[in-house]
Each structure stands twice: as C-alpha cells, then as structure tokens.
C-alpha cells in the first residue's frame, strides 16, 4: 500500500469516528482526539484499519474501512469510498463490504466480489460472500442488478436488491468449503454454499424433500455467466451430505 493511501484511510477513520461520536454535551469543539476516543471506548466502537482496491484498468479505486460494530458480539462494520481517476470521490456508505476482488466485464462495468463473517448469537455465526455489478461512467456509478430468466438462486434477491448473496452457517461448514470466484478467461462467476434442513424447512420446500434425517446438509453449488458485459444467473445442482461429509 502506498504512502498515499495509508494517509488517506487514516483520515476516513478520523472522519468517520468523528460520526460515531457526534455531539457531545458539555464538550467544545472541534473534539481533542482524547475525547473522541474516550467515548468510543466506552460505546465499544470505532473505526481503525482499512484496505485499498484498484479497479483492474485503474479507472477507479475503493477504499475499505473497517470498524467494530459494538453490541453483545462485536461485529464488524464497513464504509466505502470511491475515487475516480480525475479526483472525483463518492461516498458509498456501507454498501460494500471486504472485497476479494474487482473485475472488468465489458467496456464500463465491474464487478466486485466481498467476503465477510457475521455473528448473531454467541455460539452462532455466518459466512457471507456477495457479488456486486455496477458500471463506471467518467465520474458516475450506477449498481446494476444481475439477470434472471427462468431460473432462480436458492437465495432469490428481493425486488430492490442490487446485490446476490450466499451464506453459510458455520455449524454447518468449516471455513473453505463456502466460496465465490469469477474467472475473467470464461467470464464465469462459480460459488458454493451449506444449507441446513431448518433453512429449507423455513423458504425452500422445493428441497425440503431432499432431506432424509436432521443429520444432513445440503451442498448448494451454483453458476452465473457475463453476457454482454452483465452477470446472468446460470443455474444450481443440489447434493445432501451426510454430516461427516460436510468439510470434504
């Protein structure tokens, strides 16, 4: 990382942890930094750390920066920042989260594939991957939702939902047997997932059936193709796994 960069996430941390903070009764601004960590300390918050990521033609750049989230399990949170090549720059608040990496599907658009763990209980956590389209117009992005035909995701997007997602409960997995890659020589986006008989019990009946005994999990592994430059969803196939067989 270079110099520039390091700088330039280390003021988005101040700026950001100076949002955290807001106002505060009884203390003068501009907040000494002894104030500002004072209260972060105590709200278990913050943000410090982050990562860069140049657009593979360098049109572009995203920085990453990561924060502690507070509450019973600490999770982890995110802002992003766009910069253009000609200095412009946007705000792209908390809808990108670490990426993997960014890719060049046509003339102007992207893709940026993002990996993160979330916790929801004290013995209960998920792994998350995300693959998000946009395109790129000298200074403007625009998201663009990925196609459907007449097939759709075991994870079907909402309506509004410019982003496709898959997860896996950790119970169900160890780290590696879930993943999201996109190979730019067959423009194909390949991702694999765990599903557990109580997530098919509750949305997918369709693959309820599948399920012998609580046991069993099932493997989901899917596909999406670029066509024209836009991701479009392939199809998926099905396996159940006893549970020894989950981490192989």
Known sequence: MSIEDSLQILQYEKQLNLDLVGDIPGAD???TVEIIDSVLRESRMGFGGGNVHYAPDSAFKIYIIEGDGGGPYSNSMYHAFLHFKNGKRLDLEDNIDPITGIYKTGPF???AIHHFWSRS???HSEEYYTVTQF???KDSMQYISMQYTDKWPFYSPGIYDKD??????HNYANPGTTYMRYNPKTKRLSYRFMVGRGQ???NHNDQLSLFKNDNQVLQVT???VVKNGLLQFAGEKFKILDWKERNE
Request: charged residues 10%; contains cysteine.
């Open 164 to 169: 496709f997602t898959i997860y896996t409960y």
């Open 222 to 224: 899917g596909a999406c």
């Open 121 to 123: 209980a004290s013995s």
């Open 200 to 202: 098919a019990e509750l």
């Open 29 to 31: 601004k501009p907040y």
């Open 109 to 111: 658009t992207y893709l």
């Open 135 to 137: 395109s790129i117009d």
